[in-house]
């Protein structure tokens, strides 16, 4: 059962497509490892304020985040932005990094990319999709020379305009076009997604893209990088497979409607998520926040859970480290560590449905091979069987784990998975004292290889 921080309701989630069970976190399951009533009544308190601050965002559109939720008009925007760019095209590019990358990823997996036979049915029938997250020379080079470009199309996005990384891809498939003599087919090849200019700070991704009269989606200005995956940032890489884009904000708008349903932090399952996460840093010194789906196309979004929560809470000494693990995958590979290692990990295991899916295990040979007991079974049903024995395992060592059951895998689920974790990264951030939405270091590490490549520096 789930835990109760006193008698009464837990986080009120019955209108949510998943559910948060921290009861391995706490002081009543692992012992002196976990949080005690006291303390993690103590970090509940510590969020009132900061959930009514939420709540008065949410009403007053402040915090854009979780008011785009209703929109409808830039979807269709997008969608017809995408729906011109993919006339002709059997290949999609995504140039952009980070936060411009990792929330398309996300849900463009969940739609069925790089997944065989997952995702919708027709997609066999839209162009393949391929990100570029991360700039090498070697790989960019190999990728263009290999490309059918007159049936190749690329969306292009930073927020600033002004990222090195995303310019330098942007500049190299311009110069790849006219080489193949397609100068002409440009604007129709190319979307942008970017700012508008700032005063005394042009927009150099828009300055290049206006000049070869290529179509620009504008990005929203009040939603950053790694919170921009309800934005066209991350919609349309998910569109791009198939994804329905309303039904991702109806899912977010539910966690927001449970935000302003929760007369308590405790009926809201991010704040009791921020709670325990800081609550355990600070007072058991657990330092490592480790995201272990049990499902392929929940892969992607455990890498975008450490960018949202390194970058927004890793500041003035503040914050944990996050680690993107998979399961079962990783039971090989990183349980060791987390069963056996220091005292400093915690584990959020997410759950989906998966009994009774995939092969049957042929019993006659299951015996041969020694393994009687998968015999009739699916291979689903291991999964299952590994994603309850694992959290189990965890909590008889003393070790801190939660879970997220996922009633399903599909738009609505996605777009509520998201909100959670970024409303308990905000949340999280103003419960040690720092904004959840600058990154200073990273700016300072931009203008640094402004100035080395300047000759500068």
Not at 29 to 56: F, N, Q, W
Request: glycine content about 12%.
């Amino acid at each position: 059962m789930p835990h109760t921080v006193e008698p009464g309701p837990v986080a009120r989630t019955a209108d949510l497509p998943f559910r948060l069970d921290i009861e391995g976190c706490l002081e009543a399951c692992i012992g002196s490892h976990g949080l005690g009533p006291t303390r993690l009544a103590h970090y509940l308190t510590r969020l009132e304020a900061e959930v009514e601050k939420l709540k008065d965002n949410a009403r007053t559109g402040r915090l854009p985040l979780l008011t785009i939720v209703r929109e409808t008009q830039d979807i269709a925007e997008a969608r017809a932005a995408l729906d011109r760019l993919a006339d002709g095209a059997r290949l999609i590019v995504f140039f952009g990094t980070g936060g411009s990358s990792l929330g398309g990823e996300t849900l463009a997996q969940l739609a069925g990319w790089n997944i065989p036979g997952a995702g919708d049915a027709g997609k066999r029938h839209r162009p393949r999709t391929r990100f570029y997250a991360n700039l090498d020379g070697a790989t960019l080079t190999g990728a263009l020379d290999s490309l059918d470009l007159a049936a190749t199309r690329f969306v292009v996005t930073s927020k600033s305009g002004g990222t090195a990384e995303t310019l330098a891809q942007a500049i190299a498939a311009l110069s790849a076009v006219k080489s193949a003599g397609l100068a002409d087919a440009i604007p129709r090849m190319f979307l942008g997604i970017t700012e508008e200019d700032k005063p005394g700070k042009p927009n150099g991704l828009r300055r290049l893209f206006a000049a070869h009269a290529i179509p620009i989606l504008a990005h929203h200005e009040g939603i950053g990088g790694r919170f921009s995956c309800l934005t066209n940032v991350g919609l349309i890489p998910g569109m791009a497979r198939g994804l329905d884009a309303a039904e991702v904000r109806a899912g977010a708008a539910a966690v927001v409607d449970c935000l302003l349903a929760a007369k308590r932090p405790r009926d809201l399952p991010a704040a009791l998520g921020a709670a325990v996460a800081i609550g355990l840093a600070r007072d058991k010194k657990v330092g490592t926040s480790v995201m272990m789906p049990y499902a392929d196309r929940l892969g992607r979004l455990a890498h975008w859970y450490v960018q949202l929560w390194a970058e927004s809470l890793g500041k003035s000494g503040q914050g944990t480290t996050p680690i993107a693990a998979m399961g079962p995958l990783d039971q090989h590979s990183q349980l060791q560590l987390y069963m056996d290692g220091p005292r400093d990990h915690m584990l959020t295991v997410l759950r989906v449905p998966t009994a009774g899916l995939g092969p049957l295990i042929d019993p006659a040979l299951a015996e041969l091979s020694g393994a009687g007991y998968l015999a009739g079974r699916h291979v689903g049903d291991i999964v299952d069987a590994q994603s309850h024995a694992l959290p189990q395992a965890l909590a008889r060592a003393g070790r801190p784990v939660r879970t997220l059951d996922l009633a399903r895998l599909d738009a609505y689920t996605m777009g509520a998975v998201m909100m959670h974790f970024m409303m308990e990264t905000i949340l999280a951030g103003r419960l040690i004292g720092i904004d959840p939405f600058d990154q200073p270091a990273v700016e300072l590490a931009k203008v640094l290889t402004r100035e080395r490549l300047a000759g500068t520096g």
